[in-house]
């Protein structure tokens, strides 16, 4: 089987590298990385960029007796995915394409499991902690082992990664991250693929269903209508009045150290997005400043990072692992911000007034 030998074929590279030094030093530095996402939850928000980035239209997560199960029906593991996922640091994605990477967001599953699994086309493979008689000195974290049985996923998905949680303190920890309070209605508006996101939860015996439909679409901007239901009846729906523009990056900015240390300096344009709610019947509706549902998003939710506005604005900003805030201060976050200013003036208050 082509798959099993490449597992294989990563787990020897692994293990007749140097055992004193390169081993032990890449164990600590993936442990860095893990301590490096602020929540429990944060996770979560990896496997929700991930699902976008491979093409998928619906995510389910299901959480029951300790263990979380994350499905979706997007694009399978090519080869270079699998090499991507067990290196740190190294991405089969391109910054150009895509708005993560897979190869550091899958790290922060360690901070809640030893033995992560995933099944994705020809592939099985786990990465486990107890494999291993002196894991500290291995960096376990990386190494693939060949799952010999096969799983059977629902009709509708094709990749499935099952993470069996450390204890159960973590696991009640991840019941309150996958409440509206972290995964929101507004989850969604701003993903390029992702239209459905279920969120099965067992021990409670909760399903949220949270989808994204476009509404209406003119020349000037689009309106989405988000509905969530739970356990089958309509919870919440919100309309959503999006405005976008395509914005051409500067030399300068390309060539800004921390534009280049993110590895934007061959993209050459990128879309900034301005959204305000709607009420049913097409009226702006004013809402509170916050920070997590009215507030900075790139791509998904920044939850520590308020804007001080009344709507809300989305950018490929730069930002910390986890998604919890901005980068430091550099020229592309910069950029993007006065892109947004002009979008405002050029696009939204001509079509208000």
Request: aromatic residues 12%; hydrophobic residues 35%.
């Amino acid at each position: 089987m082509e798959a099993k030998d490449h597992i294989k074929k990563i787990n020897k590279r692994y293990l007749n590298s140097d055992k004193k030094i390169v081993l032990p030093s890449l164990n600590r530095s993936i442990d860095r990385i893990e301590k490096a996402f602020p929540r429990y939850g944060s996770f979560l928000m990896e496997f929700i960029q991930n699902a976008d980035d491979v093409g998928s239209s619906s995510l389910l997560i299901r959480i029951d007796d300790k263990i979380v199960e994350i499905f979706n029906d997007g694009r399978v593991f090519s080869k270079s995915d699998v090499e991507s996922i067990c290196s740190v640091g190294m991405s089969s994605k391109t910054p150009k394409d895509y708005i993560g990477y897979l190869g550091v967001g899958f790290k922060s599953t360690f901070l809640i499991s030893d033995s992560p699994e995933i099944y994705s086309g020809d592939y099985r493979f786990k990465f486990d902690k107890n494999a291993w008689e002196e894991p500290e000195k291995i960096p376990w974290q990386v190494i693939p082992l060949w799952i010999e049985n096969a799983v059977s996923l629902p009709s509708n998905y094709r990749t499935l990664f099952r993470i069996p949680v450390k204890d159960d303190s973590i696991l009640k920890k991840l019941q309150e991250e996958i409440t509206s309070e972290y995964i929101s209605n507004r989850t969604l508006l701003f993903l390029r693929n992702l239209k459905r996101i279920e969120i099965d939860d067992r021990l409670s015996r909760t399903m949220r269903v949270i989808k994204k439909q476009l509404h209406k679409r003119t020349r000037n901007y689009e309106i989405y209508l988000i509905q969530e239901c739970i356990n089958g009846s309509l919870s919440s729906q919100e309309y959503w009045l999006v405005f976008r523009k395509t914005c051409y990056v500067p030399e300068d900015v390309k060539e800004d150290k921390t534009t280049k240390e993110w590895e934007r300096e061959q993209v050459n344009k990128r879309e900034v997005v301005v959204a305000f709610k709607l009420d049913e019947k097409g009226n702006l509706v004013i809402e509170e400043k916050g920070t997590a549902h009215i507030g900075v998003f790139s791509f998904l939710p920044l939850k520590e990072v308020p804007s001080g506005l009344n709507f809300l604005i989305q950018a490929d900003f730069l930002t910390t692992p986890g998604r919890s805030e901005l980068a430091r201060w550099c020229l592309w976050n910069e950029w993007l911000a006065k892109e947004i200013y002009k979008l405002i003036i050029e696009k939204c208050i001509p079509t208000f007034i």
